[in-house]
């Protein structure tokens, strides 16, 4: 019983049936609201789902010169790393299925793989653009990966707990935090914004100047295992900063809880998809000088501020 | 960025408003008077003087003598550009430009238009066989035909209708 609870909870629910079926449709949310926003009138419903199913159909080539290995494990490892850590945020009850202390850290570095993953896929596929969107990918990881886990760690800071889930139970007990952490939910936000490399920071994949960046050699399953991979990286980030800023899920009950989930989830998408809508692709350099001059002063000053409330006022 | 954010809250607005697309082929835009689409020949004004064909700029005429005598241009409309040069330059009149511009069509050779009303036949002179054996018309070999050198508008090779 417990191996079949146990199995349920990692391939189904909340594991990787949910995450792959909710990442596909925030991605359709996440076109339809962009086309609206421009006055268009965007895809149907099943439009990501179509777009998988075609890419998997499609012819695969490594290209003469990259690397076979790489080209075989990275989309899988990309998919892995990003389910993974889906399983350490609470979805509808207080503790994520396989919740510890210090999972955020884990939480945090399997979101960070990805990154590491795309630059290896773009470096050793032997072509110049994929080394430029490579190289950029890493670039932008240094800079906004900083100020996204200083903010990260400010509810860890405040609660006591190193845990996702137990620090969303603590926001969701003192709901008057939820406005002091504004600050650090819009820093987050952005950094979010970078790391799932879109507008403006869609840097490392500029489709107009460097055809697809890292991804240009990848075709046919391997480019489906990736853009389901970014799709799913934007649902478990949208769902960490979720839990961490705006109060979590449950525990009312699993049911409201995992509304809760849902509408905050989808909050945070929607505030990606505003961004995305609003800004222009900004260079690499102008972006790790945003980044460093207002992104991670934001961060400090956010952590500054917890660490002042932590000290003086709250037990 | 001078004010990140200017321009969400028109962008927002956009949400609640009908979009802008428009939804062909169920909805279609109404054509401007003078659009220039297919341009078709009035057999009666024609005079056979090849003046089309020789101003066309995209070779997409071709002057066919259908009985002695008697010459018409016929279009080919997958090379045709639409500019109207033939209606203008004719001096009779005789081609129009219509508001067709849905010209989709499957076969290659029904992109060739023979002097409508009639439905002449290409001259067996002017046909080619292509290589996995579709019959077209081809400008090149009306080049061969009609022995005329100075048209270097062709493409090198084929004319416009050689692959099928």
Redesign the interface.
Known sequence: MNALMQAVWVLVFPGFLFLFVYALFCEWLDRK?Y????????PPWFQPFADFVKLLAKEDVVPKGASRGFFLALPPLAVAAVASAFLYVPVYAERAPYWFQGDIIVVAYLLSLPTLIFFLAGWYSNNPFSSIGATRAVTQLLAYEVPLLLVILGPALISGEWSVSGASAYMRSHPALIPVQLLGLAVAVVALQGKLERVPFDIPEAETEIVAGTFTEFGGRRLALFRLATDMEMVVGAALLGSLFLGGYGPVGPVPGFVFFLLKTLFIVFLLC?LR????RIRIDQMVGFCFRWLIPAAVAQVLILVALKGWWLP | MRTAGRMLPETLRHVAKKPATVLYPFERLELPPGFRGRPVLDTEKCSGCKICERDCPAGAIEVVTLAPKVLRPGFYYDRCAFCGQCAESCPRDAIAMTAECSLYCTSRIRTVERCDGDQARVPRSHLRTSSDGVVSAGLASRRAATGRSHRHRTPSGNGCASKS
Do not use: I, W
């Not at chain 1, 086309?35 to 965007?42: F, I, P, T, Y």
């Not at chain 1, 809508?277 to 222009?280: D, K, M, P, T």
């Open positions: 609201l086309a609206r926003l421009q006055n268009r009138v965007g505003c809508a609003v800004s222009a």
